[in-house]
């Protein structure tokens, strides 16, 4: 059964980076969807980015200043943050989806989160 570690939240102020890490228990398959997420209090969970065959997508709210880069030699999976606005601060997930269809329902894998906290 696959386990997910992320690491790299933190407090930062706006327009800061951070870059967050999630390192898989066993390979990741391209045919894999690998996933971030994220959650704040009182909302319900989003997805941030994903990557499935190298192709990747995001969120409207985070195009242009996320870059999700999977490391397939490290079974790692990371989700660089610049530009970090107030609003994207959450709880931060990363999952797998091994289904392949990078649908949330199909996401059955996730690791314990990692906080990232912005001020203003």
């Known amino acids: 059964q696959m386990k997910l570690a992320e690491s790299g939240g933190g407090s930062v102020q706006a327009g800061g980076s951070l870059r967050l890490s999630c390192e898989a228990s066993e390979l990741i398959y391209t045919t894999y969807c690998m996933g971030w997420f994220r959650q704040s209090p009182g909302k319900e969970r989003e997805g941030v980015a994903h990557?499935?065959?190298?192709?990747?997508n995001y969120a409207d709210s985070v195009k242009g200043r996320f870059t999700i880069v999977q490391d397939r030699a490290k079974n790692t999976l990371y989700l660089q943050m610049n530009s970090l606005k107030p609003e994207d601060t959450a709880m931060y997930y990363c999952?797998?989806?091994?289904?392949?269809?990078?649908?949330?329902?199909?996401?059955?894998?996730w690791g314990q989160g990692t906080q990232v906290t912005v001020s203003s």
């Open positions: 999952a797998a989806d091994l289904r392949g269809t990078c649908q949330i329902r199909d996401f059955g894998y």
């Open positions: 990557i499935m065959h190298g192709n990747v």
